[in-house]
């Protein structure tokens, strides 16, 4: 049996957005009680969100014209062994280099999904978690791509900040990104199967996930 681990921020009313999008807003179009008829009533509940609020994924169509939007995104890259990167203690706006990552280069050999622990996600609703998070260099994401990875998982907003050349060069690689993950910590060994399924909307630029970790029982960390 396998421990599934929630890697998904919890969607509420006034959950943190980045800045300038619309906030998310949960309602009910009905509720619970009895209706003209005599009838039970049921609760219909409705969300107006971002698609890139929460934990979600992006598709190359966020930033490219010409590239895939997101139900076009290949679901087996959704699914499957990820290799995650424990990289902790990086100052605000830190970069994180090809130095960073390549002491995990044995461990990456075969693996196209790679979720980089930075332990940012702890800020969450801290008024920095926007605006200071480290973010993945050009460099790394060469570094990246040139081991055939396609699908990169973070516990912070964003794989960079403005003016996004990280975005450009990672999507238009046709690769995914899975950005504000949480609860990483929980995940014990170094290698697990990942799960984060976005929802199908059509000529879109991204969906929230639910991502999931599972994680064999009893299972540690390799070395």
Request: glycine share 10%; hydrophobic share 45%; net charge negative.
């Amino acid at each position: 049996m396998s421990k599934v681990i929630d890697l998904t921020h919890r969607i509420e009313n006034g959950i943190p957005v980045y800045p300038g999008d619309a906030g998310v807003r949960l309602s009910a179009d009905s509720v619970h009680g009895i209706d003209q008829n005599g009838c039970p009533a049921a609760h219909v509940g409705r969300v107006n969100m971002g698609l890139h609020n929460g934990t979600h994924m992006d598709a190359a169509y966020h930033f490219l014209p010409l590239g895939f939007s997101i139900e076009k995104t290949p679901l087996d890259r959704c699914v499957g062994h990820a290799v995650l990167l424990d990289l902790p203690g990086f100052a605000p706006k830190e970069e994180i280099k090809p130095g960073h990552l390549a002491p995990f280069e044995a461990l990456l050999a075969g693996h196209k999904r790679v979720v980089l622990s930075t332990g940012w996600s702890r800020r969450w609703r801290e008024p920095d978690y926007f605006t200071g998070h480290p973010f993945v260099g050009l460099d790394a994401a060469r570094w990246l791509l040139d081991r055939q990875v396609d699908m990169l998982g973070l516990d912070f907003p964003s794989i960079d900040h403005p003016p996004f050349e990280t975005h450009l060069l990672w999507l238009g690689a046709g690769a995914s990104i899975l950005e504000n993950l949480t609860n990483l910590d929980q995940v014990v060994t170094s290698v697990f199967t990942l799960i984060a399924l976005p929802l199908p909307f059509a000529g879109m630029d991204g969906s929230p996930v639910r991502a999931v970790a599972l994680v064999d029982n009893g299972a540690v960390d390799p070395g």
